[in-house]
């Protein structure tokens, strides 16, 4: 993950960031970063050539991401540190009415046509459920909201929880002086190999993680050997999706690898192994390589408590045995509401809020829509996620899909398209019958499989129900037949013409002032000929090399 701004708010042009002495940062907790390689990692339009590192820092993510939104123009409608508080659908008006807090407090209302939701599926935080959380008089944090002025020297540290972000979080407190850690893990879990091991690999990088000088300039100096690169990394996290399909050999190579590669970094407390491995496969929860976790975890200053808390009071806290583990400071990694509502009102049709529509599950079409919510679609929904892959590719992918949702409203004058229930109904169907082969449906705590009360729940509502591949083919031609439309109704009250799209027979550039020849003839250039219709092969059109990369699908 990465460290990113605390953006809620993406609405209008009004207005503009603020400068960095005012910002507030999320996911800034030490050893934060990337745990995929960084180059799958990025917009696939505006490649990074110059990562520090396979595995990326998060303010280095940030960054990237930062530069990217003003690089292309997307911080002129950008406004930070804008609280949403309220969205609610007018049928009549074919809009959204959305609150909005601004930082002095003061809230505003601002409507649209198209209400996205781009919150992602990590986005509010869930603190544990403990009985006298708010007791405690020391420290208290959530991974997510880290106290950065907080010094950690010689203090006694506790840490509750065993995902990815705790996993990160541990070797780095481990090595500050004077600490004690009580690393509280009733969770068992997975420890994998660094999910770009095989790159690795192939660039003789053995466990080294950054990058040289040399490597970096030859690949700034040198676009096919740039290319050839990115194509490795893509094709390294794309060519094990069978990781997750149960029974499979690269499932069943990948659990063994996983075991030998944990007792390795347990010897010297392989007692360990027993208490972490589980009884689930490798991937049923979130895949967590955590370069240094299992040696930070076997440390003499770091102690493994696996019992039960019962309680926390005000000098620490009291386990299942009775035992009261005294401490200066808590850290809760325990994650956040994933696929659940947001946390604030959000109300389609006839008032029915997405917090009682998802009351039971986060139901959706495609990871991007759900019935009674009109000109509404997110990004990185519900089932948006991936288990390997390029999560940007989904991101963009998605991304593209809605562009041609809004285009299509704004060319054929639609007020307002809602996916139909039974299409919802479809995909939750397809949903739960593909994943009952994967080794996402064996016995495990996962944010993967979320009820909408952001409860452990028995089915997966974080992932796509395939592979990245397969989403974006997927979402490459959007089916129109599976929403329902409203027209804008005509001034004179007359019945709607649904092709009065079509206009005044004339194409937009020929309207021109003065039309340049390729306004004219637009048809005739390389991108669009590739784009539209591919180049033929002369003598076996179907043989195209481009087809055969990327089949025709619509």
Same mark, same amino acid.
């Given at each position: ?13 009004? #207005? ?67 609280? &949403?508080?309220? $969205? ?213 200053? &770091? ?127 397809? $949903? ?33 129900? %395939? ?37 005044? %027979? ?27 219709? #591919? ?20």
């Amino acid at each position: 993950m990465g460290g990113m701004l605390d953006a809620r708010n993406m609405l209008d042009g009004r #207005g503009s960031a603020p400068d960095s002495a005012t910002r507030r940062y999320e996911n800034q907790y030490p050893g934060a970063a990337c745990d995929v390689p960084s180059h799958s990692y990025q917009f696939s339009f505006n490649p990074k050539v110059d990562w520090s590192a396979l595995y990326a820092p998060s303010w280095e993510i940030r960054d990237y991401i930062e530069e990217s939104a003003k690089k292309y123009g997307a911080d002129r409608f950008i406004k930070l540190q804008h609280e &949403v508080k309220d $969205c609610e659908w007018n049928e009549d008006e074919g809009k959204w009415h959305v609150k909005v807090q601004r930082p002095n407090g003061e809230i505003f209302e601002d409507t649209c046509n198209v209400l996205i939701s781009a919150r992602g599926n990590l986005n509010n935080r869930q603190w544990p459920d403990i009985e006298g959380l708010r007791s405690f008089d020391g420290e208290i944090m959530h991974s997510s909201q880290w106290n950065e002025k907080y010094d950690f020297t010689n203090k006694r540290v506790a840490v509750i929880g065993s995902g990815s972000s705790a996993i990160q979080i541990i070797p780095k407190l481990q090595k500050v002086p004077g600490t004690t850690m009580h690393c509280f893990i009733r969770s068992r879990t997975w420890i994998s190999p660094p999910l770009g091991q095989g790159i690795q690999d192939k660039m003789g990088m053995g466990d080294k993680f950054t990058f040289t000088p040399e490597f970096v300039e030859k690949l700034k100096d040198d676009p096919e050997e740039w290319l050839k690169f990115r194509l490795m990394v893509e094709a390294d996290s794309n060519n094990i999706h069978a990781v997750t399909l149960k029974g499979t050999p690269m499932q069943l190579g990948a659990q063994k690898a996983f075991e030998e590669g944990m007792k390795t970094r347990l010897q010297k407390k392989p007692q360990y192994f027993d208490w972490l491995k589980p009884g689930f496969s490798p991937g049923c929860r979130r895949l967590t390589p955590g370069p240094g976790f299992l040696e930070a975890l076997s440390e003499d200053n &770091v102690n493994f408590i696996r019992d039960k808390i019962t309680r926390i009071e005000p000098k620490g806290i009291v386990t299942e045995d009775g035992k009261l583990h005294e401490i200066d400071v808590l850290v809760c990694a325990t994650g956040f509401y994933a696929s659940a509502a947001p946390p604030f009102r959000t109300a389609g049709v006839n008032g029915e809020t997405l917090q009682k529509h998802w009351q039971k599950r986060a139901t959706n079409y495609m990871s991007l829509a759900t019935d009674q919510f009109p000109n509404h679609f997110f990004m990185l929904g519900p089932n948006g996620a991936i288990g390997e892959g390029s999560l940007t590719m989904m991101i963009e992918t998605t991304g593209s899909y809605i562009l041609k949702a809004i285009r299509k409203l704004q060319k054929e004058n639609i007020k307002s398209m809602v996916i139909k229930p039974e299409r919802v109904k479809d995909f939750t169907q397809y $949903c739960d019958t593909y994943f009952n082969g994967t080794v996402f449906m064996d016995e495990c705590q996962s944010w993967y499989r979320k009820d909408g009360q952001g409860r452990s729940g028995p089915f997966v509502t974080g992932l796509w129900p %395939g592979s990245c591949i397969h989403c974006i083919e997927a979402l490459r031609s959007p089916r129109w037949e599976d929403y329902t439309y409203s027209y804008v109704p005509e001034a004179n009250g007359a019945a709607v013409n649904q092709m009065a799209w079509l206009g005044n %027979g004339w194409g937009l550039n020929q309207l021109a002032k003065e039309p340049r020849e390729v306004d004219l003839g637009f048809y005739l250039t390389p991108m669009f000929q590739e784009r539209d219709l #591919g180049v033929p092969v002369a003598g076996r059109p179907e043989e195209n090399e481009q087809f055969r990369i990327r089949p025709w699908s619509y």
